[in-house]
């Protein structure tokens, strides 16, 4: 009798899925809309943020409550999904809110990265990874409504402040913000951090014949580049946008 040799399966293995991330703009921005730091439709989009976490598997799901300058409440949502490597962390993050003074329902800034983030965390939540990610959905990060321009990234600068938070070493962070619109993506790199993620996202870029431009700034973003930059990035008028799904980095030093 011939013995067949028993062939192991391959692992399970999921791919972004850009319609499953339009629905989340589309939730954001159209059923959801304006959303200010603090505000109740900020506080809906952290709900959406956490139910969506919840129904892709993650078993728990993090927040972290802060006061901001005009005394509301926001918070930052997160999930860890632990790599073969539990030890160093890598965060990707996007913020929430949309611009306060606006009227923007934010579906570029930032419902597209918000939405790529949700369906990253879904991808690693079936795939292996090497590190251990964090996917963060950061609050209040414009400028705060009636206040100046030093007013904000609230969320992100809490998490930094705290990250003895997280169980581990965190090596990295990919902020993923306005990557819905462009024909180009354009990376930031801090002045004050090792380009270590930037190179891997440039050499990956070029081996794909993906475009990229990269810019290093001591106060960083991270956007795709628009082909125009106007007042319809926060405009009333704004709403689904076609995405150009690429990954911007930004490198952050662990406090």
Known sequence: VEQ????????????????????????????????PGGRDTEHMAAQYVKSVFSSIGYDQ???????????????NIYVIDR??????????GAHYDSAGGTNSPGAN??????????????VFRVNDNLPTLVFAAFGSEEVLEGYGK???????????????????????????DMVSVGSYILLNSTLSAPRTL???FMAYASQHNIPT????????????????????????QQA??????????????AA
């Open 4 to 35: 067949v040799e028993e062939v192991e399966e391959p692992p399970p293995y999921e791919v972004f899925d850009v319609d499953l991330a339009m629905d989340h703009i589309h939730y954001l921005s159209v059923s959801i809309g304006y959303r």
């Open 61 to 75: 799901v993090y927040e972290q409550r802060f006061t901001l300058d005009n005394g509301l409440p926001s918070s």
């Open 83 to 92: 790599g073969l490597d539990e030890n160093n962390i890598i965060i990707i």
């Open 109 to 122: 800034d930032n419902g597209s990265g918000v939405a790529a983030v949700l369906e990253l965390a879904r």
């Open 150 to 176: 030093n007013n904000h990234h609230y969320g992100s600068r809490y998490m930094a402040n705290n990250l003895s938070q997280i169980p581990g070493n965190v090596i990295g962070m990919i902020s993923i």
């Open 198 to 200: 930037t190179d891997v």
């Open 213 to 236: 431009q990269l810019r290093s700034f001591a106060k960083p973003a991270c956007r795709s580049k628009p082909a125009s930059r106007s007042s319809a990035f926060h405009s009333a």
């Open 240 to 253: 689904m946008l076609m995405p150009l799904w690429g990954a911007c980095s930004r490198m952050t030093t």
